[in-house]
């Protein structure tokens, strides 16, 4: 019978659906109330070790909507990282490891161009018993404006030196989480794992500005009349996650072989988290989709993938763990496989035999002739 449950850096976890860091995870609470749905692992929203520099606004979420349905298919947020204070957040992330000790709190973790800061959150936060760690790389807005988040991740040097530090503090298994606002996202992938981390996530959202009031003539989501680009998620991404992570999950094949890959990017059903352990990921993230469905959503998705694996056969996720990375290739290839295509099936249209059974009793004279040269 097909099973769900899976293994990733040592990690075992009943399911690769995880919560991917954001609103969904931002307390004890909610965190707790992930586990008791049944999600894999919960990541929690983005921790620092000075929470008093960050500070919100609101609105900070601007959503995109079809226009029949209005079905959410794009998100834009500004929101920062967590604006808790860190004390709590040790003592809550302790709290939830008597609560739950199966359960697997994975935690994200930012910090400044600062080696002395990242040892200290990676071995302060460790004690506390998580699973593991995530390292954000990736928030495109407001941070980088303090050279943190997407502003380390785009540059592979500084994103390698940081995770050599932090490979060097952490005990348990480590992944960085890889922005997608870079021209190859694949080069930041090979950065953070040639400096030793255990996985890469991906992607981050993408920088976007939703839109244009017709009437204010304001760019939206407007704070005071004002706003800044920020990130992309939900649906609409998830064609650009797909692509980005095919091209980490090369990556891993080719160079990394025993490095592991989360995937995250507009994820709403288990046919979707498919459709990423298809293109090599080994856990799937959801964040937007647990703010539009709620914790709940967990339990479709599990079915749905369930489903999957049974229509196919496949008895493990392993089975089916980057399956779909075989088709991809290069346009000159297309090119040449589509001319063959088109010979092999100009040569039937003929009546050419090409194998020895294609032979027919009524056409057999007419076969031999095109055959034959006088
Ligand atoms: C409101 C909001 C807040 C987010 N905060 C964080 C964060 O603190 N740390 C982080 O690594 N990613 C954060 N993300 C990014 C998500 O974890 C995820 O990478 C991205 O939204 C794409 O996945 P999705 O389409 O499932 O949301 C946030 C996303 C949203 C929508």
Redesign the pocket.
Same mark, same amino acid.
């Given at each position: 019978m097909a099973t769900l449950a899976t293994t990733v850096n040592g990690i075992s976890l009943p399911n690769p659906f995880v919560i991917?860091?954001?609103?969904p995870g931002t307390n004890a609470n909610v965190i707790g109330k992930a586990l008791d749905e049944g999600w894999g692992a919960v990541?929690i929203?983005?921790i620092s070790l000075d929470s008093a520099k960050v500070v919100n606004v609101a609105p900070?979420?601007a959503r995109l909507r079809t226009e029949k349905s209005k079905e959410i298919i794009g998100?834009?947020?500004i929101?920062?990282?967590?604006d808790r204070p860190f004390n709590v957040w040790i003592d809550e992330l302790k709290q939830l490891k008597d609560k739950y000790p199966d359960g697997k709190v994975i935690a994200?973790i930012?910090e400044e161009y600062n080696k002395d800061a990242w040892t200290e959150i990676v071995e302060r936060v460790q004690a506390t018993g998580v699973a593991g760690f995530?390292l954000?790389f990736?928030?495109p807005h407001g941070l980088p404006e303090r050279k943190m988040?997407a502003a380390m991740g785009q540059d592979c040097n500084i994103m390698g030196e940081v995770c050599q530090w932090v490979m060097s503090a952490a005990k348990v298994p480590v992944w960085a989480?890889l922005t997608p606002n870079v021209t190859s996202i694949a080069e930041g992938a090979a950065a953070a794992l040639k400096a030793g981390c255990n996985g890469v996530?991906a992607?981050?959202?993408i920088l976007c500005v939703m839109g244009v009031d017709l009437e204010t003539l304001r760019p939206e989501p407007t704070v005071e009349g004002y706003t800044v680009p920020g990130?992309?998620? !939900?649906?609409a +991404?998830?064609p650009i996650?797909l692509r980005m992570v095919k091209d980490c999950a090369e990556v891993i094949r080719d160079k990394y072989p025993n490095r592991t890959l989360s995937a995250?990017?507009?994820?709403?059903t288990g046919n979707d988290a498919a459709e990423f352990i298809l293109l090599g990921a080994d856990t799937v993230?959801? !964040?937007?989709? +647990?703010?539009k469905m709620g914790y709940g959503c967990v339990r479709k998705m599990k079915d749905e993938l369930l489903g999957f694996m049974e229509r196919h056969k496949f008895e493990t996720i392993n089975q089916f763990k980057g399956h779909s990375l075989q088709y991809f290739t290069t346009h000159a290839d297309l090119v040449r496989r589509q001319s063959e295509a088109k010979a092999a099936a100009a040569a039937k249209v003929k009546g050419l035999v090409g194998k020895d059974g294609e032979w027919k009793g009524d056409e057999f004279v007419k076969q031999t002739e095109s055959l034959a040269r006088d």
């Open positions: 991917g860091s954001g609103p990541i929203k983005t900070r979420y998100w834009q947020n929101e920062l990282i967590s994200s930012m995530e954000n990736s928030c988040g989480k996530s992607i981050n959202t990130g992309y998620s !939900c649906i +991404v998830k996650a995250i990017g507009g994820v709403e993230q959801v !964040c937007t989709g +647990v703010m």
